[in-house]
């Protein structure tokens, strides 16, 4: 399909060089030419099939109306049905970006008076593809793998926590062996819940070995259990940390909690006791208060957006998230947010409404472009459309557009999400561009 495209547009590309012989008559043609063939050859028409009715008319306006019609003649089953294609399901999806691609091309050729042409080529090696505009689930903004990364790193608090309990436990046997050898069979029994079960494990080997080991020694032996225990805590919670410094691509974690992992490193070199005591007062909980910052302003948005929306939820939602953002000033910001099950309810909530993954809430970016905004907030994906913008990237026309609210109205260009009349209003320029291809 790339070298079709490569052929028939190379051939038409002088369409766009204009010279003081062109009208704006004919310029206007030769765009409409380019722009047709190569809509219909993405479709899967064939280059041989397009030159025989060239061939037939042998007149670029009468070729230009030709190249019209059979673009009718493909979109009309989709536009017919331009109210009821949803994103969710599959046989949908291809009707969806046919009538994404004819709006921007449409619109480059009628809205934007200018000669640059669409970038067919791009289209298809950069594989464009569907994206929502405003978000509709939470997984990017804070996945179950970054909750099970952040459990796991607690798991050295418990861990040492249990630890020091352990030595209280045995200390208050003081000198009575016999009486501390009971206290770890007790501990290390599987329905104790005073260690874990890795501890469990480590008292019963040790257990094992000391049968033969004379209460002179035995204090030694114990106190090397209890060192190798937390070395062990210790060298666990530096690995999970190390695979913090090098996230997968859609990690959340950002290059400030890299440097405070670094320098921590650094602090605690050599010295376990200040490892362990740095991690739970320190490292952990500004690691948390770092990454809270996105769910929480995702969370925020969904509540203003909720504000302003008819919701299916009928309250409820909002008035969670409301409660949930007032008690995270005196708890856990995850593990109140795991409790309550809110982004779960959140992404059930705009599960249910439907428009949300209809044509007027979706738009093309290339998949590369779209692995980057993910479902970031409306907020966020505007800023990251215009970075991209900025360094000369492709854009789409329209996606750009809709981005910046262009089609939006005056009195809803200025908030910070987009709303049921944002929806609207582009479903509206989508079906006006689109008009001439009903029929």
């Known amino acids: 399909m790339i070298r079709q495209l490569d052929i028939s547009l190379t051939l038409h590309q002088g369409f766009f060089n204009k010279n003081n012989k062109s009208s704006d008559i004919e310029i206007e043609i030769n765009r409409k030419i380019f722009h047709y063939l190569g809509f219909l050859i993405l479709q899967g028409y064939k280059i041989s099939e397009l030159y025989t009715e060239w061939l037939n008319v042998g007149d670029k306006e009468k070729f230009a109306i030709c190249l019209e019609d059979l673009v009718k003649k493909n979109v009309q089953p989709y536009i017919k049905r331009i109210d009821d294609l949803t994103y969710n399901k599959n046989k949908d999806r291809k009707p969806l970006q046919v009538i994404l691609l004819l709006f921007n091309l449409e619109y480059l050729m009628e809205k934007i008076k200018s000669l640059k042409p669409f970038e067919f080529n791009r289209f298809i090696l950069e594989k464009w593809n569907l994206e929502h505009i405003y978000a509709q689930n939470s997984e990017s903004v804070w996945s179950q793998k970054e909750q099970g990364n952040l459990s796991k790193l607690k798991e050295a608090i418990k861990s040492t926590e249990d630890l020091n309990k352990l030595r209280v436990d045995i200390e208050s046997e003081k000198a009575d062996i016999s009486g501390i050898k009971n206290k770890l069979k007790n501990l290390s029994q599987k329905g104790s819940k005073k260690v874990n079960n890795a501890f469990k494990e480590d008292i019963k080997s040790f257990l094992k070995d000391i049968k033969h080991v004379n209460d002179r020694e035995f204090p030694k032996q114990l106190e090397k259990l209890l060192s190798d225990m937390k070395n062990r805590v210790v060298e666990e919670t530096r690995k999970k940390l190390k695979g913090w410094k090098n996230p997968s691509k859609n990690s959340k974690t950002n290059e400030e909690i890299h440097r405070m992992i670094v320098e921590f490193f650094e602090q605690t070199k050599d010295d376990n006791e200040k490892f362990l005591k740095q991690f739970a007062s320190e490292l952990l909980p500004s690691i948390e208060e770092k990454l809270a910052k996105e ?55 705009f599960q249910r409404d439907e428009d949300l993954h209809r044509l007027q809430n979706l738009t093309l970016l290339d998949e590369n472009s779209n692995k980057k905004i993910g479902n970031l907030i409306f907020t966020r994906k505007q800023d990251k459309i215009r970075k991209i913008d900025d360094q000369q990237k492709l854009i789409p026309i329209c996606t750009r557009e809709v981005f910046n609210k262009v089609f939006s109205a005056d009195t809803d260009k200025n908030k910070r999400f987009f709303t049921k009349k944002d929806r609207k209003a582009y479903l509206e320029a989508i079906k006006k561009c689109l008009d001439k291809y009903k029929y």
Do not use: C, Q, Y
């Open 295 to 349: 769910p929480e302003e995702w969370l925020r948005e969904v509540k203003d957006h909720l504000e302003v929306e008819d919701h299916l939820d009928d309250g409820e939602l909002k008035t969670g998230i409301e409660k949930f953002l007032k008690a995270i000033k005196n708890k856990s910001f995850f593990e109140l947010l795991e409790s309550e099950g809110l982004l779960k309810k959140a992404d059930e909530a």
